[in-house]
């Protein structure tokens, strides 16, 4: 996870903890001065609170932050088509180009943004090499392929918010017109409920959204984008 990642977590951390732990500091100043509990009243008391902390953090963890603060978006006074695609890692890179193409790529560039696919306690494991080794994967046969047929196309791993990685994109990239990528609803991944109407929220700039199937075993990638 990038230093922005980490900042961002320990500023939600520092928000759910700090109240937590004031608040259990009070009980305890009013647990003795009130109750004055004998020394395995306390020993209760402080299993709580390690409970109590525990809760927060993984709730802390668990939940990933639901308001996005998107980026003064990119514009270019070239009047250049740009297509922005933001697809899910899951997502056949030969079936996703193929949709990408059915856009009409006359003299459009084209960049590929795919998220970090992530688990709800993502935090909690040791799968995060895999998980964007698996999106810079995504992103490098797409890219590939792409650049094949003869599209200037460039790409990305995005943040493990689609949306963020959506606006962050618009930021640097100046899209005239987007195309959300995503599975299969049995294999659609949970932070992309709503993604379409969510996303038109953000910007104005034209969205579409496209079905896409997933590759039958994801392949390591070839190079670096």
């Known amino acids: 996870?990038?230093?922005?990642?980490?900042?961002?977590?320990?500023?939600?951390?520092?928000?759910?903890?700090?109240?937590?732990?004031?608040?259990?500091?009070?009980?305890?100043?009013?647990?003795?001065?009130?109750?004055?509990?004998?020394?395995?009243?306390?020993?209760?008391?402080?299993?709580?609170?390690?409970?109590?902390?525990?809760?927060?953090?993984?709730?802390?963890?668990?939940?990933?932050?639901?308001?996005?603060?998107?980026?003064?978006?990119?514009?270019?006074?070239?009047?250049?088509?740009?297509?922005?695609?933001?697809?899910d890692a899951l997502c056949r890179s030969s079936a996703l180009v193929e949709a990408i193409c059915e856009e009409g790529l006359d003299d459009t560039a084209v960049h590929i943004v795919v998220p970090v696919r992530v688990s709800h306690l993502h935090f909690l494991t040791e799968h995060e090499s895999q998980e964007r080794r698996l999106a810079r994967s995504s992103v490098a046969r797409t890219v590939e392929l792409l650049r094949k047929r003869g599209v200037v196309a460039t790409g990305a791993v995005g943040d493990d918010k689609p949306l963020e990685s959506m606006t962050d994109a618009l930021g640097g990239f100046a899209a005239t017109h987007i195309l959300l990528a995503i599975p299969p609803e049995q294999e659609s991944y949970w932070l992309e409920r709503a993604l379409l109407p969510n996303a038109q929220a953000l910007t104005a700039v034209e969205i579409k959204q496209v079905v896409v199937p997933i590759e039958a075993s994801p392949e390591p990638a070839a190079s670096d984008v």
């Open 1 to 87: 996870m990038g230093a922005r990642a980490d900042r961002q977590l320990l500023s939600r951390l520092v928000l759910v903890l700090a109240p937590l732990g004031a608040l259990l500091v009070a009980a305890a100043l009013a647990t003795a001065l009130v109750i004055e509990p004998p020394p395995l009243g306390w020993v209760g008391f402080g299993v709580l609170s390690l409970i109590v902390l525990a809760l927060g953090t993984i709730a802390t963890l668990a939940v990933p932050r639901l308001r996005v603060s998107p980026l003064a978006p990119f514009v270019a006074d070239d009047g250049a088509p740009r297509l922005l695609v933001v697809a």
